[in-house]
């Protein structure tokens, strides 16, 4: 069986400066997006014009703000040259020296630059939702504005339920206060006087449900239970959740696009192996889980429904359709790996 030991510490090194710069990137964003600025932007009748006047404040390229935009060729870089360094030792691996122009090498290049690509266009996708929520969302521009900053480096999805919590907490913290007076309850027992927020806080949380993921909405809830809570407060809880969403996302994407490329390069230098006669015509690979606790079923039932292993050109067939390399969920740690016949 090859050795992959060479192969995953080039991953975990390139894993650790993808998410990196990646951090870099949004955090350099971040940074250059003044609120005032934007919330006078914003704070216009014309959405056309706060459209324009956002990309130019923002110095938008492509979509993204200019120092995001910037860091798109060198994360594409980085993942070349680990599909080129993947590749090539993989080959060796099997007796085999791979050139760097063959037409193989240059199209899993091209595949694992597209993986960052499809990233970077997602991100845009998410900001210019966020525009639009800034220019048409609910509350004051004051109140808005601060979203665009928060939705840097997040997907659509994160974005949107992202706004969704921003608006219920609006709702919240713009209700007027009331005070309850003292009472008994149903057992005898005297209940103070209270402070509470006039408005029906089953009603809001029970609008986000199916739309947030439970930490989120325990998030809300614990909030929205809270009648003291400010308007700094909450933007304070926003900004906190941003990050850790942003967080979330860098180091998915680390992994899963980094292990993609891994697996997909992999490949590539067994197949220019192969095709050089390093490699038989009916070797086979197989799939390996990392074999713990933690692996999933439909990922533990593979090896199994593989048991032969595959030819180097034919998938895997997996309880989750054909998959040609791991990753096969978010979070899969499998591997293929060779057995010489």
Known sequence: MASTDHIEVLAMTHERDFAIMLREAFENAIATIETNVVTSMVDDIDANHIREQLGI???????????????????????????????????????????????????????AAQLVRTFYADTATALAQAIETAIYGSGNPAWRAP????????????????????????????????????????????IPPAVVRN????????ATRGHLSAAQHQLLTKALGNPKLTLAQA??????????????????????????????????????????GALSSDQR????????ERVRHPHAQVPAMNPGGVPLNKPFKTPLGDH?????????????????P
């Open 285 to 292: 690979r197989y799939w390996k889980t990392a074999g713990d």
């Open 199 to 206: 408005i029906d806080t089953r009603r809001l949380l029970s």
């Open 147 to 190: 979203q665009l900053r928060r939705s840097i480096g997040l997907t659509v999805k994160q974005a949107a339920s992202l706004e969704l919590m921003r608006s219920t907490l609006h709702q919240y913290v713009t209700a007027p206060l009331k005070v309850i007076g003292a009472r008994v309850g149903p057992d005898g027992v005297r």
């Open 235 to 276: 933007k304070e809880i926003l900004d906190n959740h941003a990050d850790a969403l942003r967080d979330h996302r860098v180091r998915a994407v680390a992994g899963e696009l980094i292990h993609n490329v891994t697996e997909s390069a992999k490949l590539t230098g067994w197949r220019i192996a192969q095709r050089a």
């Open 57 to 111: 404040g923002l110095n938008m390229n492509g979509g993204l703000p200019g120092h995001l935009a910037e860091s798109e060729e060198a994360a594409a870089a980085l993942v070349i040259s680990l599909a080129a360094a993947v590749a090539a030792h993989a080959a060796a691996k099997v007796g085999h020296s791979a050139n760097p122009k063959d037409a193989l090498l240059v199209a899993a290049q091209h595949d």
């Open 324 to 340: 040609f390399i791991p990753p096969l969920e978010y979070g899969c740690r499998c591997k293929s790996v060779l057995v010489r």
